[in-house]
């Protein structure tokens, strides 16, 4: 696509906005220049930073008209590089538009602005014991659009359900300035189910700039079970027994040893040090049930055998042993100069097939791996550590991280748990779907968007990546999916 | 669309299906005119009763190659007409393939054929303590393929979700017959999530050849308070009070009086005909649980003004009071030669003043209607009672229906709750959607069948309809929705 010169769009951007929504020095613009998947940088052409619907769809009308790329951005700590700018386009920044319109603790819903961070939602129902249950490591920064853009999770999306299952609606904007309301307070929307469609759609459909999304109760009591465990295989083992034994705990995350001896300098949050792997495993409800709930857990993990459990006896303990899963990346960030947070999910059962896989493969790349897992849901967070300053260090990095995603997709599990494709896995998506099911995203992508105007080159790959990709691939020009059913 | 001629279709059919797969004789095809919604009916040019999914995509290239319309039908439950056959195309009924083809108790997933019967499924599962929770009043016959395409629910969604809540993937093919698998084991899925999308889409995208369910354990206890209210505003109070205090039963249905007077003689529920509504509560879980979960429920409803309260004692006076519930529709054919039963969703709280306006409606039309909801979700059944016999009658309750409908739009709720859109609610579409949304169902239909092909007619409106709606309607020619924000 050819982009027109750059005084156009800032001209006209600049024609139809207030002046400070409009950033075009190159200094202002720089900070944009990438999200958390730092890896991949392009600078925009322009920044607007809209207060306002109207200001949005203005952009929209301008871009849309100028046929210039548009790619929105909430608080940019994506992982997948899903709002890595174009260098010929505006990058909509959302930080501006967070505002909590509305908390009804009567029906149970905030309707926010997409800038709002996560956590600020729960922080405006906590009044009523309210909040919003899903909770990426991120919350204290990620912006609601953003995880609706990218369909987020987080450590208690086991029990409480990812972005998908708690947001009822949105008001967005489409490429051609349309206003569109999806979804609402009905359990079930007339129509094609275009909300669900829009969750996780990267930004490549419509432009959000309204979530409504459900409030849960908070949990009177909450208990953490820190089970050790002398082999991955049997931690691997203990989480498809607690499931099978028909426990949905409210968290169920594993750490490998590489893990916690990198955190607990760093945290101090009581691992041991000793286990290959240790299990936390949270119970959320009343006294009773949480009770009740950690009796059964505890009996599970000594019968698949947990060589010590140690259950919080406080709230402050309870807190201190999730300090150090929730600050596990930063801890890679003290080991490292670098590190490649990866995102996969595999049925729960091939766990210590997949650690043992990736075992070889540190070898074979001559990089360390240490693992964090939602082991409950299988969405494993490989953590990749290397050097960009030591020449072709990334490279070996990313073509270990696609090796993990394609053993995924090889055991029946996806490219993703979480953190979305974005720029990152692009490839993998090769590897995942079959040219039809490609076709079928394109076709709806070009339904709402017939330019490829908004958030171009992500998530879909392109005919063309897929065909190169398969020329370099190990398996020797064939993509491994399309005649493996997936279930 | 010009259709070819009939021998064209069943000749080209007949070449690549097995004999017995094609139907074509009158007295064959006529058992297929029509599906729950008996109002409109329409003999297809011919069947196909496929027993494979080869079979499947051989019809499907046969009808792309001679751009034949093609209806997908399942038990024929339906109650929208979303499986109202075309006159000049070909019914594909799916009645054949009904194979469980695996129960996985340990991943506590089914795969299914279309056809199987809902209630099939959790008979399958049984031996395993699991079962599948959506639950139609119609599960002996309805099918899972059917449920996928209407995006089915039934009492115990409340709890427990609808069909898109419950199911993890499909296989289907495109109108090209090209196959497509959609969703999985893993809790989030690359891309656009189609999943979603595809279900509720009343087989306007593709044909769905099978299902991946979730099971979930049968609970070990359940209990049904029955609650009696002196009218319905306080029970419609009541229905807001026990979700506002946190609790979320497994059912909590709501009948007036005129639905239980139909129904008692019939059935001998045992329902207290004194009452001008009663509400019917259910908890399940351990009996711990409900124990706990039914005081709860008995302490909100006292203080929300119960003239009455009886607890089910046994699991056999449990079923008796359901079974008045599950008869309603059975218990509507006996007082009247026909009855049309709507289908829309409110917010709680206006459920009063909703049946306060259907009984100025009742005298409006000159028609009884009795009224039985799914309460806790705010999805109201009316229960319009006619003679299709006596002129004028039909159009009089189907635009009674239209009134409730655009009521609940109104009040901010949606034209469906669980029963679809089909034929019957194409004019209540004009009324929900912009045409900016309307625009963006049409694009993303066109994405998956540029000829139109697949269920043509169906789910959404054409902008002529809308339009011609619009010129008869009471508001004067201009549709009530685009200007007011749903939420």
């Not at 538009?97 to 602005?113: H, Y």
């Not at 949050?269 to 495993?281: E, F, K, P, S």
Request: proline content about 7%; aromatic content about 4%.
């Amino acid at each position: 696509m050819e982009a027109p010169e750059l005084p156009d769009i800032v001209g006209a951007l600049r024609a139809v906005l207030p002046a400070e929504c409009v950033l075009e020095r190159a200094e202002e613009r720089r900070p944009y220049e990438c999200d958390g998947l730092t890896a991949f940088r392009s600078v925009p052409a322009v920044v607007v930073l809209p207060r306002t619907e109207d200001e949005v769809r203005r952009t929209l009308l301008t871009c849309h008209r100028l046929k210039v790329p548009l790619v929105a951005r909430g608080s940019g700590t994506g992982l997948s590089g899903g709002a890595t700018p174009h260098p010929a386009g505006v990058l909509l920044s959302c930080a501006r538009m967070s505002r909590v319109l509305e908390v009804d603790p009567i029906n149970r819903i905030a309707r926010v602005e997409p800038g709002v961070p996560n956590l600020k939602i729960s922080e405006a129902a906590a009044p009523h014991q309210l909040y919003y249950a899903p909770d990426p490591s991120s919350q204290v920064a990620c912006s609601i659009g953003g995880n609706v853009a990218e369909n987020s999770g987080g450590v208690h999306c086991l029990k409480y359900g990812l972005t998908v299952h708690n947001v009822l609606g949105v008001r967005g904007y489409t490429v051609a300035g349309e206003r569109i309301e999806l979804g609402g307070q009905a359990p079930d929307s007339a129509g094609l189910d275009l909300l669900a469609l829009t969750i996780g759609s990267e930004g490549l459909l419509l432009i959000v700039t309204e979530v409504l999304v459900r409030l849960i109760p908070r949990p009177p009591c909450a208990q953490l079970v820190m089970a050790s465990f002398a082999d991955v295989q049997s931690a691997g083992s203990a989480v498809a027994a607690i499931i099978a034994a028909g426990t949905i705990p409210a968290a169920l995350e594993m750490m490998d040893r590489k893990a916690t001896a990198a955190v607990e300098p760093f945290v101090h949050a009581g691992y041991d040090l000793q286990a290959a792997a240790i299990l936390l495993v949270e119970s959320d409800g009343t006294p009773e049930e949480v009770r009740e709930q950690v009796q059964e857990i505890e009996r599970v993990l000594r019968a698949a055998g947990a060589t010590a459990l140690r259950v919080s006896e406080s709230e402050a303990e309870r807190l201190r042993l999730w300090s150090g899963r929730k600050n596990a990346f930063p801890a890679a960030g003290r080991l490292s100069p670098d590190y490649y947070c990866m995102d996969g999910t595999i049925p729960r059962k091939h766990v210590g097939h997949v650690l043992e896989a990736i075992e070889r493969m540190e070898r074979e790349y001559g990089l360390r791996c240490m693992n964090v897992f939602h082991a409950g849901d299988g969405n494993l967070h490989p953590v990749i550590l290397f050097d960009a300053n030591e020449p072709g260090s990334w490279e070996r990095a990313d073509r270990f991280g696609a090796e993990i995603l394609e053993l995924c997709v090889q055991l029946g599990g996806t490219i993703t748990g979480e953190h979305g494709v974005g720029l990152e896995k692009l490839n993998s998506m090769c590897v995942q779907f079959s040219p039809a099911e490609r076709a079928a995203f394109f076709a709806v992508k070009e339904a709402f968007d017939p330019d490829g105007l908004l958030n171009p080159g992500k998530l879909i790959p392109t005919l063309a990546r897929c065909a190169e990709y398969g020329r370099m691939h190990v398996h020797g020009g064939a993509m491994p999916h399309p005649d493996l059913p997936r279930f």
